[in-house]
Structure formats: structure tokens, C-alpha cells
């Protein structure tokens, strides 16, 4: 099992910026994919966006142009920059990591989640 610790999570007006930060419990060079899902009350759990161990990104429709996902390998951390932030974007904000489980299959674990809320 991966242990992923969330921060940065908070209130912020319309318009404005956050940084999430997730840090793994082991090198995330060994994670095939790291990723940021949100939940919003009521709702399925949706990719919002991820990174793989190549860097390679992919973004949901409607944060593209708006968040950035980055890797720090030596820090064992991922971060989602989050600008132009949209009430819609109100939700708890989870990490996770795919990856090999060692026998040809792969596995995947969750953080807490982490609270972004958008209000004026």
C-alpha cells in the first residue's frame, strides 16, 4: 500500500488560486500514475487530472486551460495548481496512485481527500 497525504485544500473566492499537494509514502518514480479525482456532495468521484512516471498529463474538459498538474520526484509529491477558480469546482479533492502490485496486475490507493471550497 501507497500512503497519500493531501494539503493545501481551503476557501477561496471565484477567480482566485490553490495548490494541492499530495506526498506519497515511497518514490512516486515506482508509481506508473499519480492523479487528483474530486467528489462533490451527491455526485460520482471524477478524474480531474494526472500525471504518469514519463510526465505525461491529461485533463478533464473542464479545468483545461485553468489547472496544472506537476511531479516533484525527490519530494515524492505531486501538486495541482488550480487558477481561475469556478464554483464548480467545489469539492473534496483526492490523490491517487496507480501502479504495479509485482504479479502482473496493478492496484490502486486513495489519500482523505482534501476540501476546496469556492464561494464569494
Known amino acids: 500500500q501507497v500512503q497519500l497525504v493531501e494539503s493545501g485544500g481551503g476557501l477561496v473566492q471565484p477567480g482566485g488560486s ?3 499537494s499530495c506526498t506519497a509514502s515511497r518514490s512516486i518514480s515506482s508509481i506508473n500514475i ?7 456532495p451527491g455526485k460520482q468521484r471524477d478524474l480531474v487530472a494526472s500525471i504518469t512516471s514519463a510526465g505525461n498529463t ?3 474538459d473542464s ?10 520526484n525527490a519530494k515524492n509529491t505531486i501538486h495541482l495548481q488550480m487558477n481561475s477558480l469556478k464554483f464548480e469546482d467545489t469539492s473534496v479533492y483526492y ?5 504495479s502490485d509485482g504479479r502482473g496486475g496493478y ?4 489519500g482523505q481527500g482534501t476540501q ?5
Open 107 to 110: 492496484v490502486g490507493d486513495w
Open 34 to 40: 499519480m492523479g487528483w479525482f474530486r467528489q462533490a
Open 58 to 60: 491529461n485533463y478533464a
Open 63 to 72: 479545468v483545461k486551460g485553468r489547472f496544472t498538474i506537476s511531479r516533484d
Open 116 to 120: 476546496v471550497t469556492v464561494s464569494s
Open 18 to 20: 490553490l495548490r494541492l
Open 95 to 99: 490523490c491517487n496512485a496507480w501502479y
